[in-house]
């Protein structure tokens, strides 16, 4: 009898990306709940902080994820970074003052969400189900979007009478409809390459703009007190 219930009832798996996804969803929706009332009460330096140390992380991430992805694309995968394709984010930020800059960085996050969507449902098709390299690109998409809206926290909160505007500042992103295997190979490692270039510079930007605005808002401060 019991031989039979268990043949009706089988053990459900659940593979480690469905895993990886779980918990990565319910930590986004976690942050969601509290991102407005972190923005609204945490002090400049908190914020970049807090940022700061999430974009060295992803920028370590950002390093293997590279690497594993040459790994699994077998022959050429070394030259697949150096091929040119115009449709892929550039990873330079641009902008003359901190507000352009912190916009600039914010614009780039959510460009790149896209593409790093669109190489996952593209390895997820060339790599088996339990890949490192699939949950590693699942992880590199939530954390970048939690970078997004940190990002945006710290604009609102060091320029609150700058909307932010609805469409990417660098243009609307465009991704290729269909793209044969050896495209998609290309694609995808020219993406991570900009992705992992990204990373660094917003880390070298972040540095700044603390140096630049949480000191002087902190001296402001000071001096209103007295």
């Given at each position: 009898?019991?031989?039979h219930v268990?043949?009706?009832?089988?053990?459900?798996?659940?593979?480690?990306?469905?895993?990886?996804?779980?918990?990565?969803?319910?930590?986004?929706?976690?942050?969601?709940?509290?991102?407005?009332?972190?923005?609204?009460?945490?002090?400049?330096?908190?914020?970049?902080?807090?940022?700061?140390?999430?974009?060295?992380?992803?920028?370590?991430?950002?390093?293997?994820?590279?690497?594993?992805?040459?790994?699994?694309?077998?022959?050429?995968?070394?030259?697949?970074?150096?091929?040119?394709?115009?449709?892929?984010?550039?990873?330079n930020i641009?902008?003359?003052?901190?507000?352009?800059?912190?916009?600039?960085?914010?614009?780039?996050?959510?460009?790149?969400?896209?593409?790093?969507?669109?190489?996952?449902?593209?390895?997820?098709?060339?790599?088996?189900?339990?890949?490192?390299?699939?949950?590693?690109?699942?992880?590199?998409?939530?954390?970048?979007?939690?970078?997004?809206?940190?990002?945006?926290?710290?604009?609102?909160?060091?320029?609150?009478?700058?909307?932010?505007?609805?469409?990417?500042?660098?243009?609307?992103?465009?991704?290729?409809?269909?793209?044969?295997?050896?495209?998609?190979?290309?694609?995808?490692?020219?993406?991570?390459?900009?992705?992992?270039?990204?990373?660094?510079?917003?880390?070298?930007?972040?540095?700044?703009?603390?140096?630049?605005?949480?000191?002087?808002?902190?001296?402001?401060?000071?001096?209103?007190?007295?």
């Open positions: 009898m019991s031989g268990k043949n009706m009832y089988p053990q459900l798996s659940i593979s480690q990306a469905a895993r990886t996804l779980l918990s990565l969803l319910l930590v986004a929706a976690i942050d969601s709940v509290n991102a407005g009332i972190a923005c609204r009460n945490q002090q400049c330096e908190s914020h970049i902080q807090r940022s700061s140390k999430l974009t060295r992380l992803i920028h370590m991430e950002s390093v293997d994820l590279l690497k594993i992805y040459k790994a699994s694309q077998g022959d050429m995968s070394e030259l697949f970074c150096q091929m040119p394709i115009n449709i892929v984010p550039d990873p641009s902008g003359l003052d901190p507000s352009e800059r912190m916009l600039s960085i914010y614009s780039h996050c959510k460009a790149f969400l896209p593409h790093l969507k669109r190489v996952t449902e593209q390895q997820r098709d060339l790599q088996p189900p339990s890949s490192h390299l699939l949950n590693n690109l699942t992880t590199a998409q939530y954390r970048t979007s939690g970078l997004a809206n940190q990002i945006n926290c710290i604009y609102q909160t060091l320029f609150p009478n700058l909307p932010i505007p609805l469409e990417p500042v660098d243009g609307p992103t465009s991704i290729h409809p269909s793209q044969n295997v050896f495209q998609q190979k290309v694609y995808g490692c020219v993406v991570l390459k900009n992705f992992k270039e990204l990373l660094s510079q917003i880390r070298h930007e972040l540095r700044i703009l603390m140096n630049q605005m949480c000191k002087s808002r902190t001296f402001a401060y000071t001096n209103a007190l007295f």
